[in-house]
Nanobody, 123 residues
Framework: QVQLVESGGGSVQAGGSLRLSCATS????????MGWFRQAPGKEREGVAN???????RYADSVKGRFTISRDNAKNTVYLQMNSLKPEDTGIYYC?????????????????WGQGTQVTVSS
């Protein structure tokens, strides 16, 4: 089964940076598009960024210019570099993947999910 393992979450002050990692299998990495989603307490889960197998990326407007999603082919890992963090970035960040959708940030296009990693940004 598809396995997605997130890491890199933590607590930082506003303006700080974190890098999240999502490790998966070679098969999943090579054939699936992958994305990052987040969910703040009391809020709907929302798409943050995704990346396709060809390397193309998409970002939510709220993070564009601050976050960068990338892939490391040697490690079968997708990263989310988060800079200039704001308190509103706080939430549980989930790595997700699938292969049959269009590869957007629509939640419905992702059937495989990691367990999530907590990101807390304090002011």
């Amino acid at each position: 089964q598809v396995q997605l393992v997130e890491s890199g979450g933590g607590s930082v002050q506003a303006g700080g940076s974190l890098r999240l990692s999502c490790a998966t299998s070679e098969y999943t990495y090579s054939n699936f598009y992958m994305g990052w989603f987040r969910q703040a307490p009391g809020k709907e889960r929302e798409g943050v960024a995704n990346i396709l197998t060809d390397g193309s990326t998409r970002y939510a407007d709220s993070v564009k210019g601050r976050f960068t999603i990338s892939r490391d082919n040697a490690k079968n890992t997708v990263y989310l570099q988060m800079n200039s963090l704001k308190p509103e970035d706080t939430g549980i960040y989930y790595c997700a993947a699938d292969r049959y959708g269009l590869g957007t940030l629509d939640l419905l296009e992702y059937n495989y999910w990691g367990q999530g990693t907590q990101v807390t940004v304090s002011s």
